[in-house]
């Protein structure tokens, strides 16, 4: 194999695609350093690439590894027939026997890798559908063509993507029973009630004008119903987590170490008017600095404490001053309103 060699990288090729452009089709190869087909050995130890054209001898050209010859094999043509007749079986379909290119790949007996799921994963976009056929099935799966170009939104993408962003937090056949199961089908519901959905065509951006298809957002929704950047959305990586102002929100609610109708709530709310006004952080050791660790349950624990305020203005610098003020005045509305129970819950005080 001539490694770091591509096709697509030379004269041939060039002129090729010259000639293409003369009649009208444009052909930009993702090809860059000729080492795609290593990764093929990562899983295999042996390639099989079988092609035929009507018109030309079949070949099959063996490849067992990245340091080795190929292998190519010239088959005899088949017969022409007037009358065209169908492959008896899937096996049969391609070459030798007809027209295409057929590529087998043999995994090595070490390898465990979900083939299925793979394909999955990166046949998004692709112009044809992906027809997988597995042992013990009596159905295909299919993959349809062009995935990324349906326009139509469905819940059960958001329900795959909570149930993905969980499958590593538990163990198959321990903690992952029916109730989990259960409480994702209940968590899924209720984003329904928060979360809108916000369309983003990749041609509508330079950098991916030559791509096809669409991107989705899950933000939550506005007083409006519908999408506000401003407040935030929803990480499904790992779990569920609030991005924005909300997580913001969730870092004080969950460490809250003062009463909400208490002198060193408000007094909080005071500091974080005025570090939305300067921009300009207390200095540690100061009296504001202070109040605001105490928020942050310093009398329960000072490192915690420390960790917690820290965490808080990470994500605080990263918001614009406009949500910065979103938060101070979220915050405004738990003051002197609500009780914060023992299970991290709030219930109202107002009669």
């Not at 041939?12 to 003369?22: C, G, I, M, T």
């Not at 295409?100 to 559908?129: E, H, P």
Request: proline share 6%; aromatic share 10%.
């Amino acid at each position: 194999m001539r490694v770091g060699r591509s096709y697509y990288r030379s004269a041939e090729f060039d002129a090729e695609r010259a000639r293409l452009k003369q009649s009208g089709v444009e052909l930009e190869a993702t090809s860059q350093f000729g080492i795609g087909i290593l990764s093929c050995f990562m899983v295999a130890d042996r390639v099989e690439v079988e092609t035929y054209r009507v018109g030309h001898q079949p070949l099959k050209i063996t490849i067992e590894g990245p340091t080795k010859y190929f292998v190519i094999k010239l088959l005899d043509e088949p017969p022409r027939s007037d009358f065209p007749t169908k492959p008896s079986s899937v096996n049969d379909d391609g070459p030798p026997h007809y027209p295409g290119t057929r590529v087998t790949i043999y995994l090595r007996r070490d390898v465990k890798v979900d083939v299925s799921q793979t394909l999955d994963t990166f046949s998004a976009n692709i112009d044809f559908d992906t027809v997988i056929f597995q042992p013990g099935t009596n159905e295909p799966k299919v993959i349809p063509r062009r995935r990324w170009e349906d326009e139509e939104v469905q819940f059960n993408s958001l329900k795959e993507a909570v149930e993905a962003g969980y499958q590593n937090l538990w163990p198959i056949g321990g903690l992952r029973s029916r109730k989990v199961t259960t409480n994702l089908q209940v968590i899924v519901e209720n984003l329904r009630e928060v979360l809108a959905y916000s369309r983003i065509p990749f041609e509508k951006y330079d950098f991916s004008k030559n791509f096809r298809g669409n991107a989705w957002f899950w933000l939550l929704k506005g007083e409006d119903g519908r999408v506000s950047p401003q407040r935030g959305y929803l990480s499904i990586v790992r779990g569920l987590h609030l991005r924005g102002a909300p997580e913001a929100l969730r870092h004080v609610t969950e460490s809250l170490g003062v009463p909400l109708d208490s002198d060193e709530w408000r007094l909080f709310l005071q500091q974080l008017h005025t570090i939305v006004g300067n921009g300009q952080m207390p200095e540690p050791g100061t009296e504001a600095d202070r109040i605001i660790l105490n928020v942050f349950g310093f009398n329960l624990g000072r490192t915690e404490a420390f960790v917690k305020k820290k965490e808080f203005f990470d994500i605080w610098r990263m918001l614009p001053q406009r949500q910065q003020r979103l938060v101070v005045q979220s915050l405004e509305t738990l003051n002197g309103a609500f009780v914060k129970n023992s299970d991290g819950s709030f219930d109202s005080v107002k009669k």
